[in-house]
């Protein structure tokens, strides 16, 4: 399983930007992906999710009507749409796929990409 998050960088306060994570390994139209992000000295939470033919997705109370998830199954990839951006956005944001095996529950990171948001 390999997944490559690309996007992030610096933005204003009251900016955009589109986050995507390009996925291997796995059949990716078969499960639900998920946005997590850290920030330092903090826990890390999920973001956003998304089932896997895309028709349903649940965001944190935080992100609600600023984000949006969405998915290509074509392209294996995952986007995460950042608008209306806060400083308490800055943050690492990691791309999640996890499944349930006989030993447990299996938790797959991308390498993160980092968002800043500050003037």
Known sequence: VQLVESGGGLV??????????????FTFSNYVMSWYRQS?????????????????????D????RFTISRDNA???VYLQMSSLKP??????????????A????????QGTQVTVSS
């Open 103 to 110: 030993w447990g529950t299996r938790r797959y990171w991308g």
């Open 75 to 77: 392209k294996s990839t």
């Open 40 to 60: 330092p000295g903090k826990e890390r939470e999920l973001v956003a999710s998304i089932t896997s033919a895309g028709g349903s997705t649940n965001y944190a």
């Open 12 to 25: 204003q306060p009251g900016g955009s930007l589109r986050l995507s994570c390009a996925a291997s390994g």
């Open 88 to 101: 308490e956005d800055t943050a690492v944001y990691y791309c999640n796929v996890q499944w349930d095996t």
């Open 62 to 65: 935080s992100v609600k009507g």
